[in-house]
DNA sequence: TCTGGGGTCCTAGGACCC
DNA sequence: TCTGGGGTCCTAGGACCC
């Protein structure tokens, strides 16, 4: 049997109260990029009714009424506070599998006779002393009851945050709690179909019919099933797969309407995109572009996406920008108000296995040495410290980020001040 | 005024092969 | 009545995840 542990390790409201104690027992709400929508919520924050994936400006008369504390979201200090909590799950647990930026499943089987539920709380201690992150903790046989579970934990106390849904007599009641929809695997659409079958919690869709399942939701409805049941069909999976694609894509912070600035912003992302591939040892065959206008608003919508096949694998910004460039020139239109765009590079293949072309000119090696040099100063001194002048200087489109925390563990002029 | 970003997996259908 | 059978590869689109 293996056993699940599903950790929610940090949510984003957390790491914010945790440099910024004043937060506790207040109402707080972090917010997408751009400031757009909710994506987390303190306990104080749920009970205003605030539902997930809100957007910002409908709460506003919410907001002022009860003093919400919002924040725009941090990456870079979650990301790091992410990483202190697994690394502090590698020394105490047996095999982990980092499967987001909040949540991680360890692999229990070989604690077979240990108290399941006692050592989560040890490792709910442990983070929390060594971190200072509040995790919730859910144990069951499969991953997707571990999920379950960890849903049923963070409803618990603070004191307590850890469920074990190994024991098959409590577990049929605490199935039959969950909405459908809760159940991981099962989104809007699938939802739907279950509720007007008559399936509208995680025990009547257990014990549904398997034929009728892979008829309408194929394999992938059918693991859900049998993962319900305990039997388990998605491993843990310890060595992160490697890539296959790769995506910069923002929304601006106002309407962009010319294609200097669209092309601007194109670069920034192909940039940030080629930066992302060197730090995996990628390289990429083909380059997309696409940009599109703000499909909320009543006006002339427009999207299009230009894909470029290159020829060579590359991670090699000048060279992605060179092509990225010419992409948006291409798919420009005139006359739209353009809210987004993005860069996409995918057949991604490892950089050393890359076989020049015979016709290539391109001086391959020292384009490889600039990038390196690149990329250390911008690690040493700050992301885009040193970038091409295609990306633009005042980037008047950014998105917005008006209420931003500061980077307090990873830039030193950004540390937090301790008063005496 | 204001509505996120970055991914994966699966399936169906068409083209093509012997 | 009955229209070969079996296979691969590719793509677009749908569904889901955090």
């Known amino acids: 049997m293996s056993i699940g542990n599903n950790a929610r390790l940090l949510d984003y409201v957390s790491c914010e109260r945790l440099f910024n104690p004043k937060l506790e027992e207040q109402p707080v709400i972090v917010l997408s990029n751009n400031d757009g929508c909710t994506i987390a919520r303190s306990n104080e924050a749920k009970k205003l009714g605030i539902q997930m994936g809100v957007p910002a400006f409908k709460l506003r008369q919410l907001i002022q009424d009860h003093n919400i504390q919002v924040y725009s979201s941090n990456y870079t200090l979650y990301g790091d506070l992410s990483s202190r909590v697994m690394a502090t799950l590698d020394q105490l647990a047996p095999a982990v599998e980092v499967y987001s930026i909040d949540e991680a499943f360890l692999d229990l089987s070989t604690l077979k006779n240990h108290d399941l539920s006692a050592y989560g709380q040890h490792l709910r201690s442990t983070v929390h002393q060594w971190t200072g992150i509040p995790v919730s903790i859910g144990i069951g046989p499969t991953k997707t009851l571990a999920k379950i579970a960890n849903r049923l934990a963070k409803k618990l106390s603070e004191a307590e945050g850890v469920w074990n849904l190994t024991n098959c007599t409590e577990s049929l009641q605490a199935l039959a709690s969950i909405d459908v929809e809760d159940v991981w695997g099962i989104g809007r659409q699938y939802a739907k179909l279950l509720r007007a079958n008559g399936m509208s919690n995680a025990l009547q869709l257990r014990d549904a019919d398997q034929r009728w399942i892979k008829q309408k939701m194929g394999v992938v409805g059918l693991r859900i099933v049998l993962e319900l049941g305990g039997m388990s069909c998605i491993p843990i999976e310890l060595c992160p797969q490697p890539k296959k694609m790769t995506c910069v894509s923002r929304s601006f912070g106002r309407p962009v309407e010319s294609l200097a600035e669209l092309q601007e912003a194109?670069?920034?992302?192909?940039?940030?995109?080629?930066?992302?591939?060197?730090?995996?040892?990628?390289?990429?065959?083909?380059?997309?572009?696409?940009?599109?206008?703000?499909?909320?608003?009543?006006?002339?919508?427009?999207?299009?996406?230009?894909?470029?096949?290159?020829?060579?694998?590359?991670?090699?910004?000048?060279?992605?920008?060179?092509?990225?460039?010419?992409?948006?020139?291409a798919i420009f239109c005139a006359g739209y108000r353009y809210k987004k765009a993005g860069v996409l590079l995918s057949e991604l293949v490892p950089a050393q296995v890359v076989q020049a072309n015979f016709f290539d000119e391109r001086e391959r090696h020292r384009a490889q040495k600039l990038m390196q040099v690149m990329d250390q100063i911008n690690a040493q001194m700050g992301a885009q410290t040193l970038k091409f002048a295609a990306a633009g200087i005042k980037q008047p489109w950014q998105v917005k980020s008006e209420r931003k925390s500061k980077r307090f563990t990873t830039c030193w002029s950004e540390l937090p001040v301790a008063k005496a």
Do not use: H, I, M
Not at 305 to 325: F, I, N, Q
């Open 266 to 329: 194109v670069a920034t992302y192909a940039s940030r995109a080629a930066e992302k591939l060197r730090r995996d040892g990628l390289a990429a065959w083909v380059l997309t572009v696409f940009v599109n206008t703000n499909r909320f608003q009543d006006e002339p919508q427009y999207y299009n996406c230009s894909t470029t096949y290159l020829p060579v694998a590359t991670s090699d910004t000048a060279e992605l920008l060179g092509y990225a460039l010419r992409a948006t020139e």
